[in-house]
């Protein structure tokens, strides 16, 4: 879920809770100091037992206070276990005090600030019941001056009135309550909305195959996605805040000059390119806010991949168009070879006409190897894979390509140096891939013993298995290593220059890849293949 990895909503109330019920200890401490330093300057009752009773409670109330200040802050007990617990020993206390204080409404607004919140802090639950208690305590002192003191100048409107002001505070503190708790959801459900939302515009941007650059008014970079450190060649040891000159001056600069362009109604103003370490890359800036100043997000595309993929997408679209013009040339070819091979027939032609004929016949095989080769290609992404051992398909291969090709005895060597050699491929592709780079090879050995090997070994690290083909010639030219993949390229008056192109591609189409490594010495091609 989206929400995993942020606060509980209810944990944040609680602990919202906690903080008022410490505050209020506080409150409470502070009170309860204020009896204590003033308790000789205030008018308690006349009586001596009075006297030290009421410094009795004053200390008790003390150091209840204290006590309650301690566990709240450790947050024990249960919260309305707690709660309730202090706000009833609150009421006892300062009941106590209205009772040795003549005036006792001074001391009995303090019952009205713990109602209130009690009320508060309990999100409105209880606040009724915290007001009843502190009625019962105000009725039962009155009770208490009225038939066991025998004080019969009581006045009890100031007690009703206390009562009624406990309730309608307690009323109050329920409403407020209520709505502050409503309100308090609210925002927490804002909250995870928003956050939420900055999770998904965090994963789309590093899902986005493009770089993301945000940028502030101080032109600190707030976010920066994988692609965009890819791109830039950064590590992941990146810090919010950290300046975007820190990470790429040149794009500070054009940033910088993006910011003080006039040309602000002109799309093209916003896209710039640069060449950062071989690559080639372009960038284009989105203002933020209604100013260039106060911000940026800037949109990183490796313009060299792009123009890559544009060339695939002609060669594709070459390549069928070429496949269809193979399809066609082949008719008037088979009726150009059949033609030619009637008139080779002829008995009574000329050496000069039968030297002629030859050189036709010979011409439309070269160019009926080429449409076939055309023709391959253009199936390169219709694959077939299927699980193959390796090494029973190159021991197949090695007897069939040495009856074909006439091998001499020992001129064309076999290793097999791995075991688990099972493979996902396309049995067809593979066999001309083989049959390509050992044709290639044993044109250009010396053709003695040992001139041509093949060779398989696995790589357990990279999880892969690999056929290494080598010849004992003279190696590829410097000259001609860069073009040695090139369509139609070939140093051969009789070859395609199709062979090694048509190898490379059925190759990327079955997830492998093609190397080669030369000297003097002779070369080496590999065909790097995931296991199955």
């Given at each position: 879920m989206?929400?995993?990895?942020?606060?509980?909503?209810e944990?944040?109330?609680t602990?919202?809770?906690w903080?008022?019920?410490k505050?209020y200890?506080g409150?409470?401490i502070?009170i309860s100091?204020?009896f204590?330093?003033?308790?000789g300057?205030?008018?308690w009752?006349?009586?001596?037992s009075?006297?030290d009773?009421?410094e009795?409670?004053i200390?008790?109330y003390?150091f209840f206070?204290?006590l309650s200040?301690?566990?709240t802050?450790?947050?024990?007990?249960?919260?309305?276990t707690s709660l309730?617990l202090?706000?009833?020993?609150?009421?006892?206390?300062?009941v106590?005090?209205?009772?040795?204080?003549p005036?006792?409404?001074s001391?009995?607004i303090?019952?009205v600030?713990?109602?209130?919140?009690a009320g508060l802090?309990s999100?409105?639950?209880?606040?009724l019941?915290y007001?009843a208690?502190?009625?019962?305590g105000i009725l039962?002192q009155?009770?208490?001056?009225?038939?066991i003191?025998?004080?019969?100048?009581q006045?009890y409107?100031?007690?009703?009135?206390?009562?009624?002001?406990c309730f309608a505070t307690?009323?109050?503190?329920?409403?407020l309550?209520?709505r502050?708790q409503?309100?308090e959801?609210?925002?927490?459900?804002?909250s995870?909305?928003v956050q939420?939302?900055?999770?998904?515009?965090?994963?789309?941007?590093d899902e986005?195959q493009d770089g993301?650059?945000?940028?502030?008014?101080?032109?600190?970079v707030q976010h920066?996605?994988?692609?965009?450190?890819?791109?830039?060649?950064?590590d992941?040891?990146?810090?919010?805040?950290?300046?975007?000159?820190t990470?790429?001056?040149?794009?500070?600069?054009?940033l910088?000059?993006?910011?003080?362009?006039?040309?602000?109604?002109?799309?093209?103003?916003?896209?710039v390119?640069l060449?950062?370490?071989?690559?080639e890359?372009r960038?284009?800036?989105?203002?933020?806010g209604?100013?260039r100043?106060d911000?940026a997000i800037?949109?990183?595309?490796?313009w060299?991949?792009?123009q890559?993929?544009?060339?695939q997408?002609?060669?594709a679209a070459?390549g069928r168009l070429?496949?269809n013009?193979a399809h066609?040339?082949?008719?008037?070819?088979s009726?150009?070879?059949h033609?030619?091979?009637l008139?080779q027939?002829?008995e009574?032609?000329?050496?000069?006409?039968?030297?002629?004929?030859?050189?036709i016949?010979?011409?439309v095989?070269?160019?009926?190897?080429?449409i076939?080769?055309?023709?391959?290609?253009?199936r390169?992404?219709?694959?077939n894979?299927?699980?193959?051992?390796?090494e029973?398909?190159v021991?197949?291969?090695?007897h069939?390509?040495c009856a074909?090709?006439?091998?001499?005895?020992?001129?064309?060597l076999?290793q097999?140096?791995?075991?688990?050699?099972?493979?996902s491929?396309?049995?067809?592709?593979l066999n001309q891939?083989?049959?390509?780079?050992?044709?290639?090879g044993?044109?250009?050995?010396?053709?003695l013993?040992g001139?041509?090997k093949?060779r398989?070994f696995s790589?357990?690290?990279?999880?892969?298995?690999?056929?290494?083909?080598s010849?004992d010639?003279a190696?590829i030219?410097e000259?001609?290593?860069n073009?040695?993949?090139?369509?139609?390229f070939?140093?051969?008056?009789s070859?395609?220059?199709l062979?090694?192109?048509?190898?490379r591609?059925l190759?990327d189409?079955n997830?492998?890849?093609?190397q080669?490594k030369?000297?003097?010495?002779?070369?080496?091609?590999f065909?790097?293949?995931?296991k199955?």
């Open positions: 989206m929400n995993e990895g942020l606060p509980n909503p944990d944040k109330i602990s919202a809770r903080r008022s019920l505050l200890n409150y409470r502070l100091l204020l204590l330093l003033t308790q300057a205030m008018q009752s006349q009586s001596n009075k006297l009773f009421a009795t409670v200390f008790s003390f206070s204290i200040a301690i566990l802050w450790m947050e024990k007990p249960k919260l309305e309730t202090q706000i009833i020993l609150d009421v006892f206390f300062i106590i005090l209205m009772h040795l204080q005036e006792q409404l001391v009995g303090l019952l600030i713990a109602v209130a919140s802090i999100d409105g639950r209880l606040a019941f007001a208690i502190a009625t019962i039962f009155q009770a208490y001056n009225a038939f003191s025998h004080e019969n100048n006045d409107t100031g007690a009703v009135l206390l009562s009624l002001s307690a009323w109050l503190a329920h409403s309550a209520k502050m409503h309100s959801q609210i925002a927490s459900q804002r995870l909305d939420n939302l900055a999770q998904i515009n965090a994963l789309i941007a986005m993301v650059i945000v940028i502030d008014k101080s032109l600190g920066l996605n994988a692609q965009a450190q890819v791109l830039l060649g950064l992941n040891n990146f810090a919010r805040g950290e300046t975007l000159s990470i790429s001056p040149d794009i500070s600069d054009m910088h000059e993006w910011q003080s362009s006039n040309k602000h109604d002109d799309p093209a103003s916003n896209i390119k060449s950062h370490q071989s690559k890359l960038l284009r800036f989105l203002a933020i209604e100013s100043q911000g800037i949109f990183v595309e490796d060299s991949q792009m890559t993929q544009a060339h997408l002609k060669l070459l070429t496949a013009i066609e040339i082949r008719n008037p070819l009726a150009i070879s033609a030619n091979q008139l027939e002829d009574e032609a000329s050496p000069s006409t039968k030297r002629m004929l030859q050189i016949a010979d011409n095989q070269r160019l009926d190897q080429i076939k080769d055309v023709l391959e290609l253009n390169r992404d219709r694959t894979q299927e699980s193959i051992g390796l029973n398909f021991t197949d291969f090695y069939q390509f074909v090709e006439k091998i001499p005895d020992g001129c064309f076999l097999n140096e791995s075991e688990n050699n099972d493979i491929f396309d049995r067809r592709h891939i083989l049959w390509n780079l050992c044709k290639n044993w044109r250009h050995s010396k053709q013993q001139s041509l093949l398989i790589t357990p690290r990279l999880q892969t298995v690999s056929v290494e083909i010849d010639g190696g030219p000259n001609i290593r073009h040695l993949f090139e369509p139609f070939t140093t051969e008056k070859g395609t220059g062979g090694l192109y048509i190898a591609e190759a189409a997830g492998a890849k093609l080669f030369t000297s003097n010495s002779g070369t080496q091609f065909i790097h293949l995931k199955a």
